[in-house]
């Protein structure tokens, strides 16, 4: 199995996690809640490195571009 393809399957497991636990405590400022959201971000900002699909450049390079 590919690596990005068993990154996807952790992502969907902790998205599948966080709804869990939002159900479970009926909130979004529960402490277990906001772990699971943490976790959940590096996974994809992790996922959207490795695999090149971060389509959107940085802030940064867009304004310069105008500039030209």
Same mark, same amino acid.
């Given at each position: ?7 996807? /399957? %952790? ?6 996690? /966080?709804? %869990?636990?939002?159900?479970?405590? +009926?909130?979004?400022?529960?402490? %277990? ?6 976790? /959940?971000?590096? /996974? ?6 490795? +695999? ?8 940064? %390079? ?7």
């Amino acid at each position: 199995m590919k690596r990005s393809t068993l990154m996807q /399957l %952790e992502i969907e497991q902790a998205r599948s996690r /966080l709804h %869990e636990i939002a159900k479970k405590y +009926d909130g979004l400022l529960h402490p %277990e809640l906001i772990k699971q959201s943490v976790i /959940l971000d590096k /996974l994809i900002n992790q996922f959207n490195k490795t +695999d090149g699909t971060q389509k959107t450049k940085p802030i940064d %390079e867009q304004s310069t571009l105008g500039d030209r």
